[in-house]
């Protein structure tokens, strides 16, 4: 008989994109687990379509209708308590998760982010590292503390700012390579292979990466 794979919880706000990539390397085994419910607080969030697509458990809850945040998250986390989540992937779910939900799963909450942390934390990374004038951008996964975009780094990717870009067209760089580290991310947490000691994530028997320089323009 076959290992039980563990149980990924995803939640979503919006078109999903992320969700999909983590599907997809499920469905590939590119990642040691099996995405076994959505969740999202949008009605109309095409990241409920994707999951139902590959007959993945979706349910839909609107926070307006819970009292506080306090309470919205904890019927969130009994609801993936009941699909037997053992890890919970934040993938455009454009709410501040509360103690409630982090006591819940201690230490079992990623979040992807478009920015290189901790510079631009918030909503909209891409935008204020345009604003900003920085010359790279990229993009963050990381455990979830209380705090905004705070939590101990996992892993970055690192793209270019190019002077004619535009908040979409970075943004959407920076999505390729989001749908790149997050499945690389969740793997690693899955095989074991992360440990954190304060502020900062260890990884075990993972390629170290080669020294390298670039530069914008490269000129």
Do not use: W
């Not at 749908?179 to 990884?203: D, N, Q, S, W």
């Amino acid at each position: 008989m076959s290992t039980p794979r563990p149980v990924i919880a995803v939640l979503v706000s919006g078109g999903g994109s992320n969700l999909q990539a983590i599907i997809d390397a499920s469905e590939t085994g590119a990642i040691p687990g099996r995405v076994g419910v959505v969740v999202a607080n949008k009605a109309d969030a095409y990241g409920l379509v994707r999951a139902r697509n590959h007959g993945i458990p979706a349910e839909f809850l609107d926070h307006r209708s819970f009292e506080s945040r306090e309470a919205f998250d904890a019927r969130v986390a009994e609801i993936l308590r009941a699909h037997g989540a053992e890890l919970v992937c934040l993938a455009g779910f454009m709410r501040v998760v509360t103690p409630v939900f982090l006591r819940a799963f201690p230490g079992r909450v990623l979040n992807i982010h478009p920015a290189l942390l901790p510079s631009f934390p918030g909503t909209h990374g891409p935008r204020d590292a345009l604003r900003y004038g920085v010359r790279f951008s990229g993009c963050t996964v990381h455990f979830l503390d209380e705090g905004v975009d705070t939590g101990p780094i996992v892993a970055q990717a690192v793209v270019p700012v190019y002077e004619d870009d535009n908040e979409e067209t970075l943004a959407a760089r920076i999505l390729e390579e989001e749908h790149r580290i997050y499945p690389m991310a969740i793997r690693l947490f899955l095989e074991g292979k992360l440990t954190v000691e304060g502020r900062r994530v260890f990884t075990r028997d993972v390629a170290r990466i080669p020294e390298f320089s670039r530069r914008n323009p490269d000129a």
